[in-house]
């Protein structure tokens, strides 16, 4: 059974939806985009498949969505409103994985290793804003200091896989999971075939929406399990 609880931080009232695991060993708490809620696909799926494999999943909605405001502030504002709610995380005293998807991507990268947490989890990290590629943010892909992992979308205009830093080289990992070692860091990546920066496929795609989110959920819990 789901529950919510208002968190109070310096950008203002947050509010975590948790999904309890069945015996946690750990939790992973997950941010939505700076265009969206939590109410997106791939944190839905992924808030109905870890519970069973004992991971709880925390959806955080970050304090401008709370008050209802349109957009996203700051990135720094981002980040305080991520450690205000930190401590919520971290109070069931197990191991708490950093995730969003887009701008939550980044302020789990930026801030991960600086409030502890074991992880990092990055859904349609956008590698850089569309039509833009030398405005990239690799750098605060390679520095979170910490396991990570990137699904992104085949087709996705903030970044393609075959754009992301070192992937060239890239080690072969499980599945479709690739190993990455750019300059200064290193990663794991999975693409989902077909999909856009929401994960969402074309009709006429070889691969249906169900089928999408099924890999996205399998390579999540196949690398989260590993941290274990």
């Not at 957009?71 to 708490?96: E, F, M, Q, S, Y």
């Not at 859904?123 to 990570?148: C, D, I, K, M």
């Not at 691969?207 to 274990?228: F, H, N, P």
Request: glycine share 14%.
């Amino acid at each position: 059974m789901t529950k919510s609880e208002i968190v109070s931080t310096e950008a203002g009232d947050a509010r975590i939806t948790w999904h309890p695991g069945k015996k946690p060993w750990a939790v992973l708490a997950l941010g939505h985009g700076a265009g969206g809620g939590i109410e997106a696909r791939d944190l839905v799926a992924l808030a109905e498949a870890l519970p069973a494999h004992g991971v709880s999943v925390a959806l955080v909605e970050q304090p401008w969505r709370v008050a209802g405001k349109k957009l996203a502030p700051a990135p720094k504002t981002l980040d305080a409103g991520w450690r205000g709610i930190w401590p919520a995380l971290a109070k069931p005293g197990l191991p708490v994985i950093a995730g969003g998807r887009s701008a939550g991507a980044r302020v789990a990268c930026r801030t991960g290793a600086e409030l502890g947490a074991a992880a990092v989890l990055a859904l349609s990290f956008p590698l850089h804003p569309p039509g833009r590629p030398e405005r990239s943010r690799a750098e605060e892909l390679l520095g979170t200091g910490l396991p990570t992992l990137v699904v992104q979308g085949g087709n996705d205009p903030f970044g393609r896989p075959e754009e992301f830093p070192g992937i060239e080289a890239a080690r072969p990992g499980h599945g479709r999971a690739r190993v990455v070692r750019g300059d200064g860091g290193e990663y794991t990546l999975v693409e989902v075939p077909h999909g856009d920066h929401g994960f969402a496929v074309a009709k006429r795609a070889p691969v249906g929406q169900d089928e999408t989110l099924a890999l996205i959920t399998a390579e999540v819990t196949t690398w989260a399990t590993s941290l274990r």
